[in-house]
């Protein structure tokens, strides 16, 4: 099929030319891509954004979170091609689980990339002056700051920070994690026992490996470094938080005992309900991209098994573009939530789509295979030694803290070792800046897929008796629908509406081109037949012809307004 949009092979080839040359100029802000930033250097660079590009961007807190930081909303647009809200917007975020830190340099990386190559490569001029983009670098930003600042292990920080009793004792946040030798990091305690489970292993006696039958162990592995803070017989079970913004969505929304850290009822954090309140409010949202890490994958919904499909022309859409994403992004691929990975009751991505009608995806960051090298794997070698030996030769064993001896207070005589916060979920330094350009340009991508329609000029013919026939034709030159399917069945949101109208002008009849033959129109029974509701929206393999019989003379403009793509008019005469 002929395509008239930028083709892929476009975007890669963008991707390659973006990178400056050596003699190109110095950026007007300078930012290190080889580094992550917490919440407040973030805050202090989209500030720096926004001052050297007052023209384009707005920055706007949305709101505070649990601990009361700001919730950074950065708009992109072009007020000298029109206002934001009538243009197809381009939703991105990230950083919803605390941990999951590299969605955030993603979406600073975005901004940063649109600004210092406007006017530069053609692309992005036309993405700024066709498009919105409403970017929320942090979604937790309390997770985040906890992340960065406090011993963390890869996983923890994920919560936001309202205190949860997650060990039902009827107190909060009592137990946590402890970084008991100081070091600065969370990692795992093991204590010898013969009759222990584990090994070290003989290819590496750093990693511990569990014991064949019949054969005699020397370990012991136990939780990450802690003590028993609250005296009930277990550690670390009670740390900050605990619940799960990702499953506070209205869409299939689970009580917490199907699915655990769902909330009280959708919608019930402060994050959460002004990130909704905020969309809502946006009904030119045509796109949404959600930056989560890790595993190298493009998500799409549904969530859970249950929800069944999704309309066939919406897959359609969403196939094209998640296959043309796995070639933009090495050893990332592109997959259904509940099929591929697993089920997620009341996910954000799938409320946007499911109870929005917005196309969206969620890209896990980070794909580990490009760091193992998948072609250079031994057959038969596990991933502990792969991962050991990889960390040894591309960082230098930075990422493995050695065992060490430790007096525990309860558990005497332990050894302290293991992965550090920053090993396994976020790409190291020397990957970071490939990760983002290729998934800022996927969601470039994303975006310039949104609808993008055509109102073309009316073609007036007289008819006799002071009749005229005024016939206009609507285009979408992109594959996103101006209305999906699925909002078309479900009546979300608004139709796009074609409406006629002049001083000296009456509408008669309404017809639509059936298509079947070259001059062939449908009757439409309208109430308003100057006024048409366009329920299916326009596609990209479905363009719309509209002709009206009127009545009258002199000046009239026609108007299409749509919610996804946008207001066009075009003026005519009768004479």
């Not at 205190?163 to 970084?179: F, H, I, Q, T, Y």
């Not at 900050?240 to 506070?248: I, K």
């Not at 960051?365 to 031994?378: G, K, P, S, V």
């Not at 100057?530 to 009239?556: C, H, K, M, Y």
Request: glycine letters at 10%; a negative charge.
């Amino acid at each position: 099929m002929k395509r008239t949009w930028i083709p892929l092979a476009a975007w890669l080839v963008c991707g390659a030319i973006a990178v400056p040359a050596a003699r190109a100029q110095e950026p007007k802000v300078s930012i290190a891509w080889n580094r992550y930033y917490d919440y407040d250097e973030t805050t202090v660079l989209l500030k720096r954004l926004q001052e050297a590009y007052p023209w384009f961007l707005q920055l706007e807190s949305i709101g505070q979170s649990f601990e009361g930081r700001e919730m950074w909303m950065l708009t992109i647009n072009n007020p000298e091609t029109g206002a934001a809200e009538g243009k197809a917007a381009m939703y991105i975020d990230a950083n919803v689980h605390g941990n999951e830190i590299q969605g955030t340099e993603t979406c600073l990386y975005t901004i940063w990339y649109l600004m210092e190559n406007y006017g530069r490569i053609e692309k992005v001029k036309e993405l700024v002056d066709q498009r919105v983009f409403y970017i929320l670098p942090m979604v937790n930003p309390d997770g985040r700051d906890h992340w960065f600042d406090a011993a963390n292990t890869s996983s923890s920080s994920r919560s936001g920070k309202a205190p949860m009793d997650s060990d039902r004792d009827g107190v909060a946040d009592e137990d946590g994690a402890d970084d008991l030798d100081g070091d600065g990091h969370i990692t795992q305690m093991r204590i010898k026992d013969p009759e222990g489970r584990y090994k070290p292993s003989e290819d590496d006696p750093r990693i511990m490996v569990p014991v064949r039958a019949g054969e005699k162990g020397e370990y012991t592995l136990l939780r990450s470094e802690g003590i028993d803070n609250d005296g009930d017989g277990r550690v670390n079970e009670d740390g900050p938080g605990g619940y799960d913004m990702n499953r506070n969505w209205p869409s299939d929304w689970q009580p917490n005992y199907i699915q655990g850290g769902a909330g009280a009822y959708p919608l019930c954090w402060p994050e959460t309900r002004s990130i909704a309140e905020f969309i809502l409010s946006k009904p030119n949202i045509a796109g949404v991209q959600s930056y989560h890490n890790t595993g190298g994958m493009i998500l799409r919904g549904p969530g859970a098994e249950s929800y069944g499909e999704y309309p066939r022309g919406d897959v359609a859409v969403y196939d094209e573009m998640g296959r043309d994403g796995e070639k933009m992004l090495p050893f990332y691929r592109y997959m259904i939530i509940w099929k591929d990975l697993y089920s997620v009751h009341g996910g954000f991505v799938n409320w946007t789509y499911e109870g929005l009608g917005i196309f969206s995806f969620t890209n896990e960051l980070f794909a580990r295979d490009q760091y193992d090298n998948l072609q250079a794997r031994d057959e038969g070698e596990s991933s502990s030694v792969r991962r050991q030996r990889w960390d040894d030769h591309l960082e230098l064993g930075d990422q493995f803290v050695d065992w060490k001896p430790f007096d525990h207070p309860t558990l005497g005589p332990i050894e302290i070792g293991g992965w550090k916060k920053t090993s396994s979920r976020v790409a190291p330094h020397f990957l970071i800046e490939e990760m983002l350009h290729r998934n800022t340009a996927f969601s470039l991508y994303h975006a310039d897929q949104m609808p993008l329609l055509t109102l073309e000029a009316p073609v007036v013919e007289a008819v006799g008796d002071g009749a005229f026939t005024v016939t206009v034709t609507l285009r979408n030159d992109r594959p996103i629908p101006s209305v999906s399917q699925l909002a078309a069945q479900k009546k979300i949101g608004l139709p796009d509406f074609l409406e006629i109208r002049g001083d000296d002008l009456q509408v008669v009849v309404a017809a639509s081109r059936t298509g079947r033959f070259p001059d062939t129109y449908d009757r439409l029974d309208d109430e308003e037949p100057g006024r048409l509701a366009l329920e299916q929206g326009v596609s990209r393999t479905n363009p719309r012809t509209i002709r009206w019989w009127v009545r009258g003379g002199g000046d009239f403009e026609v108007e299409l307004r749509s919610q996804k793509g946008g207001t066009h008019v075009q003026k005519a005469r009768l004479e």
